[in-house]
Nanobody, 115 residues
Framework: QVPLVESGGDLVQPGGSLRLSCTAS????????MGWYRQAPGRERDLVAS???????NYVDSVKGRFTISRDNIKNTVYLQMNGLKPEDTAVYYC?????????WGQGTQVTVSS
């Protein structure tokens, strides 16, 4: 059983929107600090946004005002709403869950922003 499963990646034109979802299974979701990371070809995997168990959010400067992270502890799901997408947002997006020393990763979902 894969503990984190992402969905929602797609090809979208510049200025468009996408919503990524990451659904967790087999974990006590509400205690985990959740994050979205992205990795473009030839680059490192970087944090995009995070939300802790209390709902406090954090964003990298390049996505502030465009992306929104949220969580639904009933559905065991974390979302990343992405608006005003730019070609430089093109990457594989990964869901991450952390609590204590335990870290989990999803398999990734491809987001491509191109006309």
């Amino acid at each position: 059983q894969v503990p984190l499963v992402e969905s929602g990646g797609d090809l979208v034109q510049p200025g468009g929107s996408l919503r990524l979802s990451c659904t967790a299974s087999g974990i006590t979701f509400n205690i985990y600090h959740m994050g979205w990371y992205r990795q473009a070809p030839g680059r490192e995997r970087d944090l995009v946004a995070s939300i802790n168990s209390s709902g406090t959010t954090n964003y990298v400067d390049s996505v502030k005002g465009r992306f929104t992270i949220s969580r639904d502890n009933i559905k065991n799901t974390v979302y990343l709403q992405m608006n005003g997408l730019k070609p430089e947002d093109t990457a594989v997006y990964y869901c991450n869950a952390k609590v204590g020393i335990r870290t989990l990763w999803g398999q990734g979902t491809q987001v491509t922003v191109s006309s």
